[in-house]
């Protein structure tokens, strides 16, 4: 069975720093791009990064220079280097396996497994 971990999630001032961790099991096998979405408060999920099996990258603009998507050495593990971080990125951040990039926009599939999130909140 599938499933999808994140942790790391926080209160932090403007200007701070957070870092996510995400592990992944269960999957079916297959090389899987991971990647990061979140979603504010009464808006709808947007997608945040993307690391494809390769290690390619994507990020979105908004966090594009302040935002770093890595790797662990295990197989399905991920991380989000938060930086810099602002009110405005305040949302719940989910986890992952299967994402892409569309004309500089991270997507989703049909296929992707998601993790329950971590609440990350930014204050002014």
């Known amino acids: 069975q599938a499933q999808v971990v994140e942790s790391g999630g926080g209160l932090v001032q403007a200007g701070g720093s957070l870092r996510l961790s995400c592990t992944a099991s269960g999957l079916p096998s297959g090389d899987y791009a991971m990647g990061w979405f979140r979603q504010p408060p009464g808006q709808e999920r947007e997608g945040v990064s993307c690391i494809s099996s390769r290690g390619t990258t994507y990020y979105a603009g908004s966090v594009n220079g302040r935002f770093t998507i890595s790797r662990g050495n295990a197989k399905n593990t991920l991380y989000l280097q938060m930086n810099s971080l602002k009110p405005e990125d305040t949302a719940m951040y989910y986890c992952?396996?299967?994402?892409?990039?569309?004309?500089?926009?991270?997507?989703?599939?049909?296929?992707?497994?998601w993790g329950q999130g971590t609440q990350v909140t930014v204050s002014s």
């Open positions: 992952a396996a299967g994402c892409g990039a569309s004309s500089a926009t991270i997507i989703a599939s049909k296929s992707t497994y």
